[in-house]
Nanobody, 126 residues
Framework: QVQLVESGGGLVQAGDSLRLSCVAT????????LGWFRQAPGKDREFVAA????????AYLNSVKDRFTISRDRAKNTVYLQLTNLKPEDTAVYYC???????????????????WGQGTQVTVSS
């Protein structure tokens, strides 16, 4: 069983930066890719970014690809999401998720993921 624990969220001002971390414990050796999603109040959970554990494949939501960067440290079983130039519309709970499915599955689809973390709140004030 894999557990995911996110951290790094907080209250920041527009234009600030944050780095979110997601530590994976348990049966991580078979995980194929990890992703970050976010959910704002009253809205559906949406894809933000994803990376394969090998690092050879990444994907981003168009509205964040010039501001957010996903990376992973296999030695630490940790995936990071660097958030820069934050905007009030980035305010949401950010969730980390892991997939054990083949790489043929879409990394940007919520249904491709098998395990989810509890989320970390990011609030951006204007």
């Amino acid at each position: 069983q894999v557990q995911l624990v996110e951290s790094g969220g907080g209250l920041v001002q527009a234009g600030d930066s944050l780095r979110l971390s997601c530590v994976a414990t348990g049966r991580t050796v078979t995980s194929t890719f990890l992703g970050w999603f976010r959910q704002a109040p009253g809205k559906d959970r949406e894809f933000v970014a994803a990376t394969s554990w090998s690092g050879g494949n990444t994907a981003y939501l168009n509205s964040v690809k010039d501001r957010f960067t996903i990376s992973r440290d296999r030695a630490k079983n940790t995936v990071y999401l660097q958030l820069t130039n934050l905007k009030p519309e980035d305010t949401a709970v950010y969730y980390c998720a892991a997939s054990f499915r083949p790489m043929s599955y879409s990394m940007s689809t919520r249904g491709s993921y098998d395990v989810w973390g509890q989320g970390t709140q990011v609030t951006v004030s204007s």
